[in-house]
């Protein structure tokens, strides 16, 4: 009785260690625009990955996004722009919807499409882009890049500031 209860119990520690549930909390987007040339970055963003199902999700706090111009990140968080005290995140929930084309268990790059919602200032507005996941030992990477119409969003602030239309990147590095 004991040798089956000491077999269920390393069977369970070893199926619980093989979660398909992967997560960061260093995932990474930017935006650019052209106009002006502004660039800013959040290297603290939470992301998760479910590797069965090919769920998606992205939270990134908007404070957390760094300008090289100090006023310009002030005025980023303030109420005509992202009013970040009101809405302090943005979130993106989806899914890899070809994500049974991904092998997890073997390392490689696989070019896949990303369809969902994307929250910002408390706007939901679909999306959908293409992604490049890679499988490298344990480690898996998201890699994605697409223009975002900041007007959707309610995103306004000074006319001729940014450009309306923004190039955002968003990495994450999974374990």
């Known amino acids: 009785m004991k040798n089956i209860l000491l077999v269920l119990l390393i069977s369970a520690v070893s199926f619980s260690g093989q979660s398909q549930i992967k997560t ?22 939470i992301s998760e990955l479910n590797t069965e199902t090919g769920k998606l999700i992205f939270s990134f706090a908007i404070q957390s996004f760094m300008f090289e111009n100090a006023t310009m990140q002030k005025h980023f968080n303030e109420e005509d722009v992202m009013h970040s005290r009101e809405f302090p995140r943005a979130k993106f929930v989806g899914s890899i919807t070809d994500h049974t084309k991904i092998n997890y268990a073997q390392d490689g790059e696989y070019k896949v499409n990303v369809k969902g919602s994307l929250t910002i200032k408390g706007v939901t507005n679909p999306i959908e882009t293409k992604a490049i996941i890679k499988v490298d030992g344990t ?34 590095e999974y374990e």
Do not use: C, H, M, P
């Open 24 to 45: 960061t909390q260093t995932a990474f987007v930017s935006f650019y625009s052209e106009l002006e040339e502004v660039l800013a970055e959040n290297y603290s963003g």
């Open 139 to 172: 480690k898996i990477y998201a890699n994605a890049t697409f223009k975002l119409d900041r007007f959707l969003y309610g995103v306004d602030g000074k006319e001729g500031s940014i450009s309306d239309i923004l190039d955002l990147t968003v990495k994450a």
